[in-house]
């Protein structure tokens, strides 16, 4: 298949590897040919570690590199793309002109497909004039890692569409799952109530930080905590995705103040070094002093947060 990334920041560069790998030609673009460089560099570096690692053989990672172009020219880009996938920034004004312009210039066959992380798909669609060719591809970070993708089907997605996404997830060994558009799609919506209600709980004192996080992690099997889960997202983000799905969806999705209050204070969360865990090198060394339960033996001995 031949596909087209439109984007070549953390998202695009990663979505790019992943079908490069996957033995699809594939063609970068982004607006400025420093950002391009940048992507293609992202690409290599990565790779390189899964060579270091002997999880990714050097023919694979070589191949891989050869078959991705990078270009400035989105006309170039697209030409003769059976899929192409925007991932430029989360704007709905800049991601419909983006799709608008590449509509223009890919071929009729070329199914579009947008990255956006919340926005509604049916609107995006609406900036084209055959909207049946959009649906939305929902990667994860980092999407080399990742096995999830979202397919979300907009109001007016056609069959031919579908089935197209369907097999490029496919062919990149991963799992799609699809979902009606709709705010949230299935899994913000989902990891979204579950972080805000330990919010909830951290504030109204139920219990530490580290303890509520021990409870899903060790009581459900989840990787990681709900709390240390919302610090490496980042709490603006997630204010954002809050504030967003009480609009569209009501009140149980209303930010805590507890997490308006860490925001306004610029306590972010890992990107910061503190957000309900203070984090020194990427690691959540101790939870953060204003904690429930901050100074008792779980939680204040750091082995907490590391769990
Ligand atoms: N970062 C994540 O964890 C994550 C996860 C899932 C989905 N997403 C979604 O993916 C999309 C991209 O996010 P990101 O984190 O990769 O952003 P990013 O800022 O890292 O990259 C966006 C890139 O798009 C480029 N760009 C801007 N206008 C462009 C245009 N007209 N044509 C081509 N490129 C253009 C920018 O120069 C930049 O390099 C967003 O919609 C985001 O919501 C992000």
Do not use: C
């Not at 891989?64 to 430029?88: C, H, P, Q, S, Y």
């Not at 709709?182 to 209600?197: H, I, N, Q, Y």
């Not at 099997?221 to 603006?236: K, S």
């Amino acid at each position: 298949m031949r596909v087209t990334v439109l984007g070549a920041g953390t998202m695009g560069a990663g979505i790019a590897q992943a079908a490069a790998t996957a033995g699809h030609d594939v063609a970068l673009r982004d607006v400025e040919e420093s950002y391009v460089e940048d992507g293609l560099a992202r690409i290599d570096d990565t790779l390189s570690e899964g060579v270091d690692r002997g999880k990714v053989e050097p023919a694979e990672r070589a191949a891989a590199l050869d078959r991705i172009t990078g270009a400035t020219d989105l006309a170039r880009a697209a030409d003769g793309a059976d899929l192409v996938i925007e991932a430029v920034p989360e704007d709905l004004d800049l991601k419909r002109e983006v799709l608008g312009e590449t509509e223009a210039h890919a071929g009729d066959r070329a199914v579009l497909a947008s990255n956006t992380s919340a926005l509604s798909v049916t609107e995006l669609a609406s900036a084209l004039d055959r909207p049946e060719r959009l649906l939305g591809l929902h990667f994860f970070n980092p999407v080399h890692l990742m096995g999830l993708v979202e397919v979300v089907v907009a109001e007016r997605t056609d069959e031919a569409t579908l089935e197209t996404a369907r097999s490029f997830v496919e062919s990149l060994g991963k799992t799609a799952v699809e979902v009606r558009d709709s705010p949230g799609f299935a899994s913000s919506r989902l990891g979204v109530a579950l972080g805000v209600e330990a919010i909830r709980m951290y504030e109204q004192g139920v219990a530490s930080a580290a303890d509520i996080d021990a409870a899903m992690e060790l009581g459900y099997n989840h990787p990681m905590g709900p709390l240390q889960l919302t610090d490496v997202i980042g709490l603006d983000v997630r204010l954002d995705v809050l504030e967003y799905l009480r609009e569209e969806l009501g009140e149980r999705f209303r930010p805590p103040q507890a997490l308006k209050r860490k925001v306004r204070a610029g306590k972010l969360g890992k990107k910061t070094g503190e957000g309900f865990y203070v984090w020194e090198d990427g690691e959540a060394v101790r939870p953060a002093d204003d904690s429930v339960g901050g100074s008792g033996a779980t939680a204040g001995d750091g082995s907490g947060a590391a769990r």
